[in-house]
């Protein structure tokens, strides 16, 4: 289920489950200068998780967030590896 405020939301949840350091967002910008597209990928140690586009960063990081709490819901509210 989608939350409000996702980039938040996965913050609170690395802090509580030993600290957001663990955590990286990679991003990178693609397309052309008309149409540029930011993309985001979430690292938790060292392992990838979420991938997020959008026409802006904050965009790209929400949904690179979502994608990422939802993993970890699937994974029983626990981080992979």
């Known amino acids: 289920m989608p939350v409000q405020h996702p980039t938040m939301h996965l913050n609170n949840f690395l802090q509580a ?3 957001t ?4 967002m990679r ?3 693609e397309g052309p200068n008309h149409e540029r ?3 985001v990928v979430v690292f938790i140690n ?3 998780y979420g991938t997020g ?5 904050t965009a790209a990081k ?3 967030a979502q994608e990422t709490l939802t993993l970890i819901s699937a ?5 992979l590896g």
């Open 27 to 29: 991003q990178s910008e």
């Open 75 to 79: 994974n029983g509210n626990r981080l």
């Open 46 to 48: 060292n392992i990838q």
């Open 53 to 57: 586009l959008g026409h802006d960063l």
């Open 62 to 64: 929400k949904a690179a």
């Open 17 to 19: 489950h030993g600290g």
């Open 21 to 24: 350091q663990q955590m990286e």
């Open 37 to 39: 597209k930011w993309r």
